[in-house]
T-cell receptor
Framework: DAGVIQSPRHEVTEMGQEVTLRCKPI?????LFWYRQTMMRGLELLIY????????DSGMPEDRFSAKMPNASFSTLKIQPSEPRDSAVYFC??????????FGQGTRLTVV | TQLLEQSPQFLSIQEGENLTVYCNSS?????LQWYRQEPGEGPVLLVT?????EVKKLKRLTFQFGDARKDSSLHITAAQPGDTGLYLC?????????????FGKGTLLTVNP
């Protein structure tokens, strides 16, 4: 398997623009997680899905952030409108049941 | 306030030296995981410890879970340049969910040849 695939790897956007990050989990994994990593706060869980259903979105910072999982092989994290403080590395991870999580390579987002 | 405090934040040593990094919390976790993250990559799971007092070894790496399941340590023997990376600990079980991992900020280890 190719592992968890995230796109794009790097995104630079202007403040106020909409940003969409994409994730393809490992085939057969039924849990999908979105994390954000910054120097100040470290790695934080934003939201996770089980069988395409959002289970816990308590980590989503505000209404500007939304995540969807329309099917078992695709998820998106959208920020609208984006702000400079959203600049971070966003990771997607997937796991099978209580199995080990596997992380993607991340998307480095810069909002100017 | 960080739920999981890792120390030291930065560590730079010479090849062949031994080192220990720590992960401390005032909260009890059902399990604790250690990850290594290299630049431009996502974290990679090294080990999961579940039982208080548990010790696990992975080649030159020794992981220990505290008796009260609030803290953990990672000891590396005879460090090599390939051990360089950000070491993260993560606790599971807060809020009743084993899927919600709480991460520390990590220890950035540099092993110089």
């Amino acid at each position: 398997d190719a592992g968890v695939i995230q796109s794009p790897r790097h995104e630079v956007t202007e403040m106020g623009q909409e940003v969409t990050l994409r994730c393809k989990p490992i085939s057969g994994h039924d849990y999908l997680f979105w994390y954000r990593q910054t120097m100040m706060r470290g790695l934080e869980l934003l939201i996770y899905f089980n069988n395409n259903v959002p289970i816990d979105d308590s980590g989503m910072p505000e209404d500007r952030f939304s995540a969807k999982m329309p099917n078992a092989s695709f998820s998106t994290l959208k920020i609208q409108p984006s702000e400079p403080r959203d600049s971070a590395v966003y990771f997607c991870a997937s796991s099978s049941g209580t199995g080990d999580p596997f992380f993607g390579q991340g998307t480095r987002l810069t909002v100017v | 306030t960080q739920l999981l405090e890792q120390s030291p934040q930065f560590l730079s040593i010479q090849e062949g030296e031994n080192l220990t990094v720590y992960c401390n919390s005032s909260s009890v976790f059902s399990s604790l995981q250690w990850y290594r993250q290299e630049p431009g990559e996502g974290p990679v799971l090294l080990v999961t410890v579940v039982t208080g007092g548990e010790v696990k070894k992975l080649k030159r790496l020794t992981f220990q879970f505290g008796d009260a399941r609030k803290d953990s340590s990672l000891h590396i023997t005879a460090a090599q340049p390939g051990d360089t990376g950000l070491y993260l600990c993560a606790g599971a079980g807060r809020g009743g969910s084993n899927y919600k991992l709480t991460f520390g900020k990590g220890t950035l280890l540099t092993v110089n040849p």
